[in-house]
């Protein structure tokens, strides 16, 4: 190197821009070649990175930067370097974050920041909230969808959303919360040396500037290795030859860094004319942002520093830090105490915070277990179970020896291995050795008794279904059943009533003993009589005789001991032919009477029979038919000529206007009517009843239909035979009636009246029907007064009130109307 000039000294010679006091003066090559200004002086070879070259006295030279320049000491991991003297370094550590959980970021001082992807299945925290076993693949991180987060709407899938804004939204796919790709907000890089992030509070993207140092393109196509430096791109100059400005203008592009200045032609070289380039103040106000050039624009901007750079906080507990995406973030563990029972925090002014927490912890101490934190202290819990699973040891735990420690009993001690199925031993240098194979007692006919070296002697229950012998003489073969074993008793009739049958098993099975002399049996032919035991076997009684009826045969049938009908007896046999016969005899199977008892009284009002239950006579009045049609006729009976009529008293006292016990024809004379005339119907009712009172062939029925309340009539018009005599007359009307219905009926009020040329003469209100007896026949009589002058000539019966929830009828018989020839009493 040659001798340093002093740059003062060389006055204009230097250019006017040298601040250096000297400058090496070359010995030769490039140095001290002739110049003008420094940029007519070629590059130096061992330039360093605190050196510049320089004209000194019309002589090229080199001298030292100023102190605090930036400069590049080839470590790609070192950022902010400065001159010191000849020596370039101080700066920090590059700080290598490509906010992917899935690689690792490492700084090689050749090339800079590598992320290397991490081994696939390497656990990690992917984006999406709704995953769960997160793990790397191919430098990615996913997991398997959390069953937690099932939905049914993308509504459902607000509760699970994370607070970051930067990681998107979650949306419902096939009844699961799925982060949407297409929300996830994606920077673009804004240009070089410049940085794009999102802000987890905002979602927003912002800028920061890259690390200083790292690999940059300039946008000039005529500088060579372009590297960032707070935040601006450039590289050395000199790869576009050129003789005036014109000739740059092909080599400014749209990637052109627009802060630097116009590509100005410049000692035959293109770069950037420096006194064009724009000077942004590299300050704002923030810790971890600054004011700097948008390489694209050409104006001045703030933007975040370089994840990494050194900042200083607010934080007492943590005075520096370090830049994280434009914010300043203080070191994790300022305020670490080392208590694993204490949440470690820094809380603004009040500065670092250690706050008592609950659960797990460990507390050093290999011989506890199940450590727990308990009034910001971990308290350790009960000493672990130190067991080799070695009967010929002692364990314990020793925390000098950090932890479980096996000690060998003495030899020859007895002692029980692993192995269930290995019956005791003894020791031999802290082994179980020895040990005769387990025996394990019978289980049973359903069972099989099994040896499980775990569990030793054990028994497992065979199939229902499975055949099985129980070992007892008097069972048969058996099958299993939930374990036992079911089997039916052995069978030991031998098919003789005088032996006891009977199972011993000590015998060896079943046993026949004779029973006692005398005892009852059934003999070997049925047709003998009850039998008795005599030395075991059944000896027969007297024949059984069958009985038979009379005339007929019966035997007894020596297969079944039943007796069975024979045929009929021989004819002419005598026989009892039953109390009311005088004798009998034997005919063809059946017993014929000689001759009948004699019950005949010679009365023809009685009906003559004999009562085979007793033998005696019994003689029945005979109950004569009323006269059909004539009311006014009463059934009588003679003993010498039988049934006749007779003239009834109530036809007797005064002339009859209407006499009828209706025939069985269409009844004449008589009409029905009411508010549901359509709906009634009138008609000579069947004969009634055998035996019932006031008996006759037929009656007079009105036939209500249901629900009919009424009022509704029954007229005998112009019906009446005669008109009684003018003046003052007393009438009376005599009949039966009865009222019909199926189901609890509401028998109706009645009245009876004399009708005169259409016009009520006299009425009376009949007696209510009786409700205990609706439908038997009931008698009235009543006596009704004409008023003189009044000519009655039909007869009117009026009802209403009556219903039923079913049709009912109401029927009249023997009515006769008399007018009386003395007034009645």
């Known amino acids: 190197m040659g001798a340093k000039v002093d740059v003062q000294d060389a006055g204009a010679d230097a250019g006017g821009n040298d601040s250096s006091a000297s400058a090496d003066l070359p010995d030769g090559g490039a140095d001290g070649e002739s110049c003008l200004e420094a940029s007519d002086c070629p590059l130096p070879a061992g330039l360093s990175a605190c050196e510049r070259v320089v004209c000194v006295a019309s002589r090229c030279g080199r001298a030292l930067r100023e102190t605090g320049s930036a400069c590049d000491d080839g470590d790609r991991c070192t950022v902010g370097t400065r001159c010191q003297g000849e020596i370039c370094g101080g700066g920090s550590s590059l700080l290598c974050a490509d906010d992917n959980p899935c690689t690792a970021d490492l700084c090689d001082p050749l090339v800079g920041c590598r992320f290397t992807a991490r081994e696939d299945g390497a656990p990690c925290t992917d984006a999406d909230p709704c995953t769960t076993g997160d793990r790397c693949a191919g430098g990615a991180c996913g997991g398997d969808p959390d069953p937690a987060c099932a939905c049914a709407s993308d509504e459902d899938c607000a509760d699970f959303e994370s607070d970051d804004l930067c990681r998107g939204e979650l949306t419902c796919v096939e009844g699961h919360c799925r982060l949407s790709a297409e929300s996830v907000v994606a920077c673009d890089p804004p240009g070089p040396c410049r940085l794009a992030g999102c802000d987890p509070t905002t979602g927003a993207c912002e800028v920061r500037m890259a690390p200083d140092g790292a690999a940059c393109d300039d946008g000039n196509p005529c500088s060579d290795d372009d590297r960032c430096h707070a935040g601006q791109c450039s590289g050395s100059v000199g790869g576009c030859a050129c003789a005036v400005d014109a000739d740059c203008s092909p080599f400014v592009g749209a990637a052109y860094d627009l802060c630097k200045g116009p590509l100005r032609c410049i000692q035959g070289a293109c770069a950037p004319d420096p006194s064009g380039a724009v000077v942004c103040s590299g300050t704002s106000g923030e810790s971890c942002r600054t004011e700097s050039c948008d390489p694209s624009t050409g104006l ?21 830090g370090q830049c994280v995406r434009g914010a300043c973030v203080a070191p994790p563990n300022e305020c670490d105490d080392a208590n694993p ?166 015998a060896g099975g079943c046993t026949h003993q004779p029973a006692p002399d005398g005892t009852g049996c059934p003999p070997a032919n049925p047709c003998l009589g009850g039998g008795q035991c005599q030395g075991g076997q059944c000896a027969g009684g007297q024949p059984v005789v069958c009985p038979a009826a009379p005339c007929t045969l019966a035997v007894c049938d020596p297969a079944t001991g039943a007796c069975l009908p024979a045929g009929p007896s021989p004819d002419g046999l005598p026989c ?236 009249i018989d023997k009515l006769v109307v008399v007018a009386l020839e003395s007034p009645a009493p």
């Open 576 to 811: 009892d032919a039953g109390l009311c016969a005088d004798g009998g005899v034997c005919s063809k199977g059946s017993c014929k009477p000689e001759g009948p008892v004699e019950c005949e009284d010679e009365d023809a009002c009685t009906l003559d029979s004999c009562d085979p239950k007793t033998g005696a006579c019994v003689h029945a009045p005979r109950a004569c038919p009323e006269p059909a049609g004539d009311a006014c006729q009463d059934a009588s009976c003679a003993p010498a000529t039988g049934c006749a009529s007779k003239a009834s008293p109530l036809c007797s006292d005064g002339l009859v206007l209407l006499s009828s016990s209706f025939p069985c024809e269409e009844p004449s004379g008589w009409k029905l009517s009411g508010a549901e005339t359509e709906a009634l119907s009138f008609a000579i009712d069947a004969p009634l009843a055998p035996g019932a009172s006031w008996d006759g062939d037929c009656s007079l029925a009105a036939w209500v239909p249901a629900n009919t309340p009424g009022p509704w009539l029954l007229e005998a018009s112009a019906a009446l035979a005669a008109s009684p005599p003018a003046g003052p007359q007393q009438v009376r009307v005599s009949f039966v009636e009865r009222w019909e219905s199926a189901l609890g009926p509401q028998a109706p009020t009645r009245s009876l009246a004399l009708l005169a040329g259409g016009s009520v003469a006299a009425e009376s209100a009949l007696p209510p029907l009786a409700p205990e007896q609706p439908g038997d026949w009931q008698p009235r009589q009543l006596v009704l007064s004409l008023p003189a002058g009044a000519n009655a000539d039909a007869l009117r019966i009026a009802m209403s009130g009556g219903s039923a929830m079913f049709p009912t009828r109401w029927r």
């Open 300 to 320: 001045c901007g703030t933007v975040a520093l370089a994840d990494g750079a050194p900042c200083a906080t607010d934080l007492p507990c943590a005075p520096s």
């Open 341 to 506: 029972c204490t949440d470690d925090a820094c809380a603004g002014a009040d500065g670092c915070t250690h706050t008592a927490r609950t659960g797990a912890c460990d507390d050093g101490d290999p011989c506890t277990s199940k450590d727990t934190c308990q009034g910001g202290l971990c308290v350790g819990g009960p000493p672990p179970i130190c067991d080799d699973l070695e009967p010929c040891t002692v364990d314990a735990c020793d925390p000098q020896a950090g932890g479980c420690v096996s000690s060998p009993l003495p030899d020859g001690q007895a002692c029980q291995g692993a192995d269930l199925c290995l019956g005791g031993g003894s020791c031999l240098a802290g082994t179980c050795q020895g040990a005769a194979p387990l025996i394990c007692p019978p289980a049973g006919p359903c069972a099989q008794a099994l040896c499980k070296p775990d569990l030793g002697c054990t028994v497992k229950t065979l199939a229902d279904g499975t055949p099985c012998d129980d070992s007892d003489a008097c069972t048969q073969a058996g099958t299993c059943y939930a374990g036992a074993c079911e089997a039916l008793p052995v069978s030991c009739k031998d098919g003789n009533p005088c032996t006891v049958d009977a199972c011993d098993p000590s």
